[in-house]
Nanobody, 115 residues
């Protein structure tokens, strides 16, 4: 059974930083593609960043240079370090894993950036 549990969201002022964590179980953590998505009110869910085999990463243009995705293969945990946060980064952030059995999502964690 796949479980993805996010944490680390919260309220931060513009220019601040947050680090999101996603603890994964029931997946091939070293091999399966994992990523972070976000959904703002009234908008579609969008890719923020993903990581494949722990070394290949993809970032949305809007977060390049500010966000960093990483994985700890010992702790089975994926991170999203978010720096220089902007009000437009406000959204629910979801952990995602693409496995042999399909696509899986965490419950989401709210990130709110005040101006």
């Amino acid at each position: 059974q796949v479980q993805l549990v996010e944490s680390g969201g919260g309220l931060v002022q513009a220019g601040g930083s947050l680090r999101l964590s996603c603890v994964a179980s029931g997946i091939r953590f070293r091999l399966d593609r994992m990523g972070w998505y976000r959904q703002a009110p009234g908008k579609q869910r969008e890719l923020v960043a993903d990581v494949f085999t722990s070394v290949t990463t993809v970032y949305a243009d809007s977060v390049k240079g500010r966000f960093t995705i990483s994985k700890d293969n010992v702790k089975n945990t994926m991170y999203l370090q978010m720096n220089s946060l902007k009000p437009e980064d406000t959204a629910v952030y979801y952990c995602n894993a693409q496995t042999l059995t399909g696509t899986h999502w965490g419950q989401g964690t709210q990130v709110t950036v005040s101006s």
